[in-house]
């Protein structure tokens, strides 16, 4: 049987060249070989966006994203978090088979507790990894390719998964064998964390980003902004985002010529980020000039995800005595 993926973006803003090598470029490839679904996870940020106007426009624009990497609505289901009721449904069930202290455990509600204190936490935050968990759970997926980061909520999800099987499978004569998947999450070694222009991992939060679409000025920019030690004799943090586009072979051999000319390897490095990044925001722009087309392609994965998610439902609702 032909195998299920799944992944998410948050809208939250413009995605970088670490949401793409870490995620996205995956989604491209792995959507020729399994069941794809691809969400916009809209309610997820909402515990960062909450405004109309910027959640509108940046759903939309995740969902331009999407074609513009080259996902293909003919292959992939993409569709919009909350236009599937059913994620929060399960989110709530999970909610009630779960404990506080495993969810303290979560390195994001531990990263919002360090930044702001108790007071600034959302129950949202809080809770999020049981939404991701039904998330994944509601399509039976085998596989989510993820970067690092999420790891920890992938293995999130398999807990719960198999907590609430080993509570309600079986439980009635209407349910049969184990209600949820076990899902993997496909993490590549070389990008699963790929660092941003000051060293950190490249994250939209942190301001060290180089935008997946960018301008070529924007492009100017964000290299020249990459922090250097000016007492080494290769600049590491402009290497380690010149990995992606060149072999290492390469970049040694271009790096050793270069021995202390910072300003020479970061041309070289602005001219393949250009010659990369040209080519997607073209497509994008051609893409977002026909937004009836992107809307309909939300209104039909709405319609696949749902058919799927509302079937899995039953399943559950069975499983644990509501219908
Ligand atoms: P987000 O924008 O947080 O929804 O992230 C979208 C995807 O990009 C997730 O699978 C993340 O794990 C991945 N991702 C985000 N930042 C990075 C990074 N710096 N390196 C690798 N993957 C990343």
Redesign the pocket.
């Known amino acids: 049987m032909q195998k299920t993926i799944l992944?998410?973006?948050?809208p939250?803003g413009r995605?970088?060249i670490?949401?793409y090598?870490?995620?996205?470029r995956q989604f491209v490839e792995l959507q020729n070989e399994y069941q794809s679904y691809f969400m916009i996870?809209d309610y997820?940020a909402l515990n960062l966006i909450q405004n109309a106007k910027e959640m509108r426009e940046l759903s939309l624009d995740v969902a331009i994203d999407f074609l513009a990497i080259g996902l293909n609505p003919k292959k992939s289901i993409i569709f919009k978090q909350s236009d599937v009721p059913e994620h929060t449904e399960l989110a709530w069930i999970f909610d009630t088979i779960t404990t506080v202290p495993y969810l303290k455990r979560a390195h994001a509600y531990k990263d919002a507790m360090a930044k702001g204190g108790e007071e600034d936490v959302s129950a949202g935050t809080f809770t999020y990894p049981m939404l991701m968990a039904a998330d994944i759970l509601l399509y039976d997926t085998d596989v989510v390719?993820?970067?690092?980061?999420?790891k920890q909520h992938i293995e999130f999800a398999r807990d719960t998964a198999e907590k609430f099987n080993r509570i309600f499978s079986g439980s009635t004569s209407l349910t049969t064998g184990e209600i949820f998947k076990l899902p993997e999450a496909l993490i590549i070694k070389d990008?699963?964390?790929?660092?941003?222009t000051d060293g950190r991992?490249?994250?939209?939060s942190y301001n060290n980003t180089i935008p997946l679409f960018a301008s070529d000025e924007e492009i100017e920019k964000a290299v020249m902004s990459i922090v250097t030690d000016s007492k080494a004799e290769y600049p590491e943090n402009v290497f380690y985002i010149h990995k992606l586009f060149r072999s290492v072979a390469e970049l040694d051999k271009i790096y050793e010529e270069n021995k202390g000319k910072y300003k020479v390897l970061k041309d070289i490095l602005i001219e393949d980020l250009k010659n990369f990044i040209r080519p997607l925001r073209e497509r994008r722009e051609e893409i977002a000039k026909d937004l009836n087309f992107v809307q309909k392609v939300l209104a039909e994965g709405k319609e696949r995800a749902r058919a799927k998610a509302s079937q899995k439902m039953i399943a559950v609702k069975r499983a644990i005595g509501v219908i």
């Open positions: 992944s998410g973006v948050k939250t995605p970088h670490g949401n090598f870490g995620a996205m996870a997820h390719p993820v970067g690092q980061d999420q990008v699963e964390t790929v660092p941003g991992k490249m994250s939209k």
